[in-house]
C-alpha cells in the first residue's frame, strides 16, 4: 500500500518502539491522564518485543523455562493472526496480479 522507503521507516519505527513498550507503560504511569492514555493505545496496538527478549537468560548461562518459549510462541502467533487479518482487509480490493 505504500513506497518502500515508507514501508522500511514504518517497520523500523514499530520495531523500536516495540521494544520500548514497557517502558512506554511505566512511564505513562504518572499523574498526565494523556500520557497514560496513548501508551496504553500503544502497547495495545503494537507488539511487546521485549517478550521475546531472553538475552539475560542466555548471557548468564540460565536455561529458559519451557513455559515462557510457550507463552511467547502463544503471543507471537496471536499476533500474526491479527495482523494476516488486518491485512487480509487491507488488501481486500486490491489487484496484486
Known amino acids: 500500500r505504500t513506497p518502500m522507503v515508507v514501508n522500511m521507516i514504518t517497520c523500523l519505527s514499530v520495531f523500536v518502539i516495540g521494544h520500548l513498550t514497557p517502558v ?3 512511564a505513562g504511569t504518572l499523574k498526565l ?8 493505545l500503544i502497547a495495545t496496538l503494537l507488539p511487546s518485543l521485549e517478550a521475546f527478549n531472553m ?12 513455559v515462557y518459549l510457550g507463552y511467547s510462541a502463544l503471543y507471537s502467533l496471536a499476533y500474526i493472526g491479527a495482523m494476516l487479518l488486518l491485512s487480509f482487509i487491507l488488501f481486500e480490493d486490491r489487484d496484486l496480479a
Open 55 to 66: 538475552s539475560a537468560n542466555v548471557s548468564v548461562g540460565n536455561a529458559v523455562p519451557a
Open 33 to 40: 491522564e494523556f500520557v497514560s492514555f496513548m501508551a496504553r
Open 24 to 26: 512506554l507503560v511505566q
